[in-house]
């Protein structure tokens, strides 16, 4: 936006009230895109605000989807956050006792009635007052990643285990094949041979035929006589 005194009647003007004028103008102008950018901070900060209250909001629904499950039992834990406050009643207006870590176990004893602050334990033997916001059921990260690495390591020597049990299965069946192989190479050469030994068998049994018969014939010729 820009405004300046240039019309008609400007040469009838006094060079004073121009130049008070075009103060004004500009004064009016700076005001204007004062007001713009104003607006658009404003509503920058707005829509961050939203942001916040959002992810405000979707981190208290999670939380409290831990909350409705908590009972008295020993299997809770506190969550990923660095530390938090015990306090000696529910409510965070009750003297601190200490601080509690992330991840540690606990047992739970009870519970308020607005479930914002639940009753605990922890393994030094404190007892004292938590927000439930904090308590979950699960273990934390800082807990789970050594059983996690453990069972990973496991997984690796159990599979190291299978691929060299299967590259020994593998193996027996190639020497296997081999040998089934050889053996079939044997029979044929075998089969082979029975087969040259009944040739032979069957020729030489001609051939006796064949003796047997001459003789007989010269026998015969030789009685005639």
Known sequence: MSLSFRNAT????GA???QKWNKLAFIAVNQYHLHVLNSKIGLHMIRKWLAAALIACSFQAFS???IADLEASSS???RDDLFIF???GPGRNYRILGSIEAGTPITVLARDNDAEFTQITDPEGRKGWVESKFVSNTMSQAEQLPIISEKLAESQNSLQTLQSDNAKLRQQLNDAR???SKLTTTNDEQASQI???TAKVES???DELVMWFTRGGLVAGIGFC
């Open 64 to 66: 409290l989807q831990d």
């Open 204 to 206: 030489a049994n001609k």
């Open 76 to 78: 809770h834990y506190i």
């Open 86 to 88: 015990v306090h000696t």
């Open 178 to 180: 081999q040998q089934v």
């Open 16 to 18: 004073k009230f121009r």
């Open 195 to 197: 087969i040259r030994l």
């Open 10 to 13: 400007t040469p009838f003007l």
